[in-house]
């Protein structure tokens, strides 16, 4: 993943968010933060956002309603979604996430998705 290309964390716990930020910051990429929806929205018309990180329910609406938000993006964006229950694992994983992870999510959770991510970005061939 280009270290140029910002990182969203949309996320409504401030202490996960924290976190969320935290881990993206210490592989060096720019990380920015929304704690809603409408907060998002303005975010994902950024043309050089790579990934966006969120949890699959806020407080006004769910991980859904940015799926639908970024499908008129011209550039791909990938998705890691913190979901409570198998429902929104499934879910998330038929729209095309990038990767679900259950909730309470722990700190190497998220650094392993990042490693992937990173590698997967630096070598697609490799994941194809």
């Keep these: 993943m280009d270290s140029s290309r910002p990182v969203l964390v949309v996320c409504s716990d ?6 969320l930020l935290g ?13 809603n929806i409408r ?5 994902l018309q ?5 990934l966006v990180l969120c949890e699959s329910s806020l407080p006004d609406g769910s991980f859904r309603d940015l799926f639908d938000a ?8 990938r998705f890691v979604v913190l979901v409570r229950d198998e429902e929104d694992y499934s879910e998330a994983m ?4 990038f990767e679900a992870i259950p909730t309470p999510c722990r700190r190497s959770d998220i650094q392993w998705t990042m490693i992937h ?10 994941f194809s």
């Design 39 to 43: 907060q998002a929205r303005t975010h």
């Design 117 to 126: 991510a990173l590698r997967k970005q630096e070598n697609p061939a490799q």
């Design 46 to 50: 950024k043309p050089d956002l790579s």
């Design 94 to 97: 038929r729209l095309g996430a």
């Design 23 to 35: 881990v993206i910051k210490d592989y060096g990429l720019e990380a920015s933060a929304a704690r």
């Design 14 to 19: 401030p202490e996960c968010s924290s976190m």
């Design 70 to 77: 970024s499908a008129l993006r011209t550039s791909p964006l």
